[in-house]
Nanobody
Framework: QVQLVESGGGLVQPGGSLRLSCAAS????????MGWYRQAPGKERELVALITGGGGLPTYADSVKGRFTISRDNTQNTLYLQMNSLKPGDTAVYFCTAASTYRAIEIGEGYWGQGTQVTVSS
């Protein structure tokens, strides 16, 4: 019954912006830490950003720091990832994840969405 549904992916030119959303159901959203992972073809899964249940301690991979912003709206049970100044290296499938602890997010032991494709290309 736990469901995480990502949306907002697509094709964007380098330097452009995209906003991903993750709609959650089946969990008490406000007490779950959440995060975004991405995986590009031939590459290992990478933790992009994570955030506590209350919206604190946003943390980012060095590769996206200063360009991406993770946030959440606990009244809408929705997680967001605002991606600015996109680069071709950001091309990947982006996955939403939720877990009862911050640590579980970090080690990939949470619930997962189906992923949404982000392609950065001219």
């Amino acid at each position: 019954q736990v469901q995480l549904v990502e949306s907002g992916g697509g094709l964007v030119q380098p330097g452009g912006s995209l906003r991903l959303s993750c709609a959650a159901s089946g969990i008490t959203f406000s007490i779950y830490a959440m995060g975004w992972y991405r995986q590009a073809p031939g590459k290992e899964r990478e933790l992009v950003a994570l955030i506590t249940g209350g919206g604190g301690l946003p943390t980012y991979a060095d590769s996206v720091k200063g360009r991406f912003t993770i946030s959440r709206d606990n009244t809408q049970n929705t997680l967001y990832l605002q991606m600015n100044s996109l680069k071709p290296g950001d091309t990947a499938v982006y996955f939403c994840t939720a877990a009862s602890t911050y640590r579980a997010i970090e080690i990939g032991e949470g619930y997962w969405g189906q992923g949404t494709q982000v392609t950065v290309s001219s």
